[in-house]
């Protein structure tokens, strides 16, 4: 009689789904490799916290020198200016690393000795990755969002002039009527307008606010432009916060780690596919510091609907509303950004996830022990 132990039947070493011994393994040899390891958090985490503890503490010792640390536009800046663009680097190199470490560390052929599936070791890497990966870039990002609300400015900062935040567009302009001199010379706009700071209606130099220069000027024109200038800006002024919602933190969130996560399933492919982790980390920088933004925000006659395949821009056109356009190819209006619908985008990030993991799946059932 046949044991259980023998059963062909009771085998599971060739089933396709991973257990979770196997992807415990491939999370060790990823946590393994120190240098990796560090990178990672001091990009998700050590830049981002070390730049706020510099800011709370310059402001703690010199509070009228240096602002608050937190607030609407440090969290905007961080997280489209760091966490979006080097987290999808850092993510992308993990995924690299964990789609070539086998064949760099002469592992593979032992691996399908073991009889498993080939298609389960290669599954096995993606929940080991994002394992580290989304814990990591959700801790890093809880740091910003805490210092960002609970040391935000008490008063709000636009164009370099203190404004009461949450004005309506008639309190906003009434506040302007009040303050016009603030507002004309530090406020941006549109011509035209009766006169600007620093300049007269004929062209004539005047003396800054507060000089005796302003008295040549009427205060009538003085409120009637700096009501325009109001009117103009009000759109910049209603998108500035003191600190950012719950919703934008929310969403933000959601964002920058489905960003990482693309990094990671892409990297991955491209590295099982190329079976080195070198040159696919070097394409993947390319990217998103090049390839992303050019195709992102020139339109190339005959190639719409190519720029419309790139990752880069789906994820430009699903940035949550209230923040600048990242660096990388993010959103923020999105004006001169390459016209996608949001279904589209969605389906170009499925389609990402779905053709690179195929691909890097295929390319290690396929490749020779």
């Known amino acids: 009689m046949t044991s259980s132990r023998e059963d062909p039947a009771r085998d599971s070493r060739g089933s396709w789904l991973p257990t979770l011994a196997m992807i415990r393994t491939r999370m060790m040899e990823l946590i393994r490799r120190r240098g990796l390891m560090a990178a990672m958090i001091i990009v998700n985490i050590g830049i981002p916290a070390l730049f706020l503890l510099v800011r709370l503490i310059a402001h703690a010792v010199a509070p009228h020198s240096y602002g608050p640390a937190g607030g609407y536009v440090i969290f905007t800046s961080l997280v489209a200016g760091v966490m979006y663009v080097f987290g999808f680097i850092v993510a992308a190199t993990l995924g690299c690393t964990a789609g070539s470490v086998d064949l760099s560390e002469g592992m593979f052929r032992h691996l399908v000795i073991t009889g498993r599936s080939r298609l389960a070791l290669y599954l096995a890497r993606i ?129 920058i780690e489905l960003e990482a996560i693309i990094g990671f399933i892409v990297g991955l492919g491209l590295a099982s596919l190329m079976g080195q982790r070198t040159v696919p980390v070097v394409l993947m920088i390319v990217l998103e510091i090049i390839l992303t933004p050019l195709l992102s ?32 190819g993010g959103g923020g209006g999105g004006a001169s950004l390459v016209p996608e619908s949001t279904t589209v985008a969605v389906a170009v990030v499925i389609g990402w996830l779905v053709v690179w993991t195929a691909l890097g799946a295929w390319r290690m059932s396929t490749r020779d022990a």
């Not at 394992?131 to 400015?153: E, K, L, N, Q």
């Not at 339109?299 to 990242?326: D, F, K, T």
């Open 297 to 328: 925000h020139t339109v190339i006659a005959h190639l719409i609907n190519l720029q419309r395949g790139v990752v880069g821009l789906a994820m430009a056109h699903l940035e949550p509303g209230g923040l600048p356009r990242a660096f990388g």
């Open 127 to 255: 929940p080991a990755g994002l394992a580290i990966i989304v814990p990591m870039v959700a801790t890093g990002f809880t740091i910003v969002c805490a210092v960002c609300v609970f040391a935000a400015p008490t008063t709000l900062n636009y164009q370099g002039v203190n404004v009461p935040p949450g004005l309506s567009l008639s309190g906003f302009e009434g506040w302007a009527a009040q303050h016009s001199k603030e507002v004309v010379c530090g406020f941006p706009y549109r011509l035209p307008i009766g006169i600007a700071c620093g300049i007269d209606q004929r062209g004539q130099g005047i003396t800054p606010p507060g000089s005796t220069g302003f008295s040549a000027i009427s205060a009538t024109t003085l409120r009637a432009d700096a009501v325009k200038i109001a009117r103009q800006d009000y759109l910049d002024y209603s998108r500035t916060f003191l600190y950012p919602s719950n919703s934008l933190m929310v969403k933000t969130g959601l964002w």
